[in-house]
């Protein structure tokens, strides 16, 4: 190494030491150079070593290509799609979410801290978990599983335990729309295990078990966990968003109770599917209906049936399916009330099943039909 930098006799002389012994200091020196921080030999001339290693530390963990601004703007953004999910035809939202969780892919590449990598994780655990929320809309149950799976990735990642839950509630809605009513109780329950206390996951996961245990016929069960979603609904502050799909306010509660009863023939249905319809619905231009009032009205109308109060039964029904609300994944609850009407040889049991038909083939189709 001397002999190529072009080291002299005359410095060899002055320095009073041969070529050999230069080049051998000159290897110390780059080796101490280039070793990583956290290898280099703590003693005498090394004393400080500790602290630039500190430094050269947190200038690695403030190193960053991402930024608070970026990050901040894609939680408001996540809120946002969340928000105008009651409203907005799913195929629209989803569009946003893939946007959003491409932007937070290209991100992931990037320097980032240690703080803005957790928050960028969880920004990319909400957008998955509410695309495979959308896909559950749509019928699209494959890619469903897939953005499940990476929501829960995700949130393991970051020990979000509010994320993980939410993943098990989800993924005991789509089972429930499938059918798989036992599996749908064990998923709830899971979720609820999970949940921090107090969440809105937590009693939205009670409210799930409450509504699949209604499909089993487990009575006990399901009037137990009406009681428990409305203890718990009542400790809730009023929401700054209460439309936001994953910030339960105490008005969902009303809703869920007028499915599950109405699922288990309870006529008491009828009133909670009302104040549903009376405080949400009140125009009388159907197709600014948010979604949970088109359920309200195929919940009343259920719970009509049972009180043999049949052509009101007919007009919800077809209020709900002309408002355009009923996404695909709640065809077969409509189908429910159709084969009802049909059942009792109804007049108005041909006009409603042509609605329902219209119904199937309007909005974008999944990758499971419709059972009919």
């Known amino acids: 190494m001397g002999r190529s930098l072009g080291f002299g006799q005359g410095l060899l002389k002055l320095l009073a030491i041969t070529m050999d012994e230069l080049e051998a200091l000159l290897v110390l020196d780059a080796v101490a150079v280039h070793r990583p921080a956290g290898q280099r030999p703590v003693n005498g001339a090394h004393a400080n070593d500790d602290e630039l290693d500190a430094?050269?530390?947190?200038?690695?963990?403030?190193?960053?290509?991402?930024?608070?601004?970026?990050?901040?703007?894609?939680?408001?953004?996540?809120d946002e799609l969340a928000t105008a999910y009651p409203v907005a035809p799913p195929q629209e939202l989803l569009s946003g979410v893939r946007r959003h969780s491409a932007y937070v892919a290209h991100l992931m590449d990037a320097r980032k801290t240690l703080d803005e990598q957790r928050r960028?994780?969880?920004?990319?655990?909400?957008?998955?978990?509410?695309?495979?929320?959308?896909?559950?809309?749509?019928?699209?149950?494959?890619?469903?599983?897939?953005?499940?799976?990476?929501?829960?990735?995700?949130?393991?990642?970051v020990g979000h335990a509010e994320i993980q839950a939410w993943c098990y509630e989800t993924d005991a809605w789509r089972v429930l729309t499938d059918g798989d009513f036992l599996h749908a109780v064990e998923l709830s329950r899971i979720a609820q295990r999970l949940a921090p206390v107090g969440s809105s996951v937590s009693i939205q996961a009670t409210a799930q078990e409450g509504r699949a245990r209604a499909r089993l016929g487990h009575v006990k069960e399901t009037y137990a966990a009406i009681d428990r979603v409305q203890m718990m609904s009542t400790t809730l502050e009023r929401r700054k968003r209460p439309e936001h799909h994953y910030q339960y306010d105490p008005?969902?509660?009303?809703?869920?109770?007028?499915?599950?009863?109405?699922?288990?023939?309870?006529?008491a249905a009828e009133r909670y599917a009302r104040e549903i319809i009376a405080n949400l619905g009140p125009s009388d231009e159907i197709s600014k209906w948010p979604r949970r009032v088109a359920s309200a009205n195929i919940d009343l109308a259920l719970a009509l049936l049972t009180t043999?109060?049949?052509?009101?039964?007919?007009?919800?029904?077809?209020?709900?399916?002309?408002?355009?609300?009923?996404?695909?994944?709640?065809?077969?609850r409509v189908l429910e009330v159709v084969k009802a009407v049909e059942a009792r040889q109804l007049p108005e049991a041909s006009d409603l099943r042509e609605a329902y038909q219209g119904l199937k083939a309007s909005p974008p189709g999944g990758d499971r039909p419709d059972s009919s």
């Open 55 to 78: 430094l050269e530390l947190v200038r690695r963990v403030e190193a960053s290509d991402v930024g608070a601004e970026t990050l901040n703007r894609l939680e408001s953004a996540f």
């Open 308 to 332: 043999d109060r049949l052509d009101e039964a007919c007009d919800a029904a077809q209020k709900a399916i002309q408002s355009g609300r009923v996404v695909p994944s709640n065809h077969w």
């Open 120 to 157: 960028l994780l969880t920004v990319g655990g909400w957008l998955s978990l509410l695309g495979a929320t959308l896909h559950i809309d749509l019928n699209q149950q494959h890619a469903a599983t897939a953005r499940l799976r990476t929501a829960a990735t995700l949130a393991q990642h």
């Open 251 to 267: 008005g969902k509660s009303t809703a869920y109770t007028a499915t599950t009863l109405a699922w288990i023939g309870d006529p």
